[in-house]
């Protein structure tokens, strides 16, 4: 785990042991991010987070304080102030943007087709997809063809087997988008389990993984993540 703490002497105030648990779990799936206690001038005990990254030269680095229950999000060096955020998970989410905001001026963001998904999935998966570096482009079942040209970067897709509204067929989806992109990792959403025929992948290509309903935002962000980092690596 790539938390460093500090002594026991001088655990006094500012962030709390969950802020820790917290931050430690944001950090642990995302490589070249770290998170490590230091002690702010002003408030104390305090969260220092980093991020390492090919393009980033020096890392990117972020303090996370509390006061009076609020919590705050500044530059390691005390230039910007972003604050208060009512939740970790909101302020944690500030840091991540923060950097995909440095990052988008140096590279183009992937891009994640979301089809056939009901809006409420779709929200949440779009914020999973932000965390892992993604723009996100949610078409409906009947919008794929014209919102998928070949100047879109689109790295990774993710159909409801069950599409959203109509209840039809989500393979139909996945054969069109693997006519344009043969090798296009999709991820396939379905409320039955793995031996059910209704759930059968067989004949659709790959890589395709399945994630049945509702999901688990670790896997989905682990798989989010490993797409990423294969970017760059893979010609097609």
Known sequence: MNVIPLPAGRRDGG????????AARFVFSRPGWHVAEGLHPQWGRCLDLSAERPNFDPPLRWRLTRSQGRIFVEGAEGTRTNGPYSTL?????????DAERIAAGL?????LLLCGIDPLVAGDLQDIAAIAGFETLVVPEDGVEPAVPANIPLAAAVVDLQLHPSGADGRAVIRLLR??????PVLVLTVHPPTAPEA???????????????????RVLHWLLEVYEAQGKDPA
């Open 89 to 97: 998970h909101d302020a944690m989410l500030a840091i991540w943007e």
């Open 200 to 218: 059968d992948l067989h004949g659709l290509g790959g890589p395709t993984h399945r994630e049945r309903r509702p999901h688990d935002t670790d």
């Open 15 to 22: 962030v709390t042991p969950t802020d820790r648990q917290f």
């Open 179 to 184: 006519r344009a992109r043969p090798t296009l």
């Open 107 to 111: 590279q183009t963001r992937p891009v």
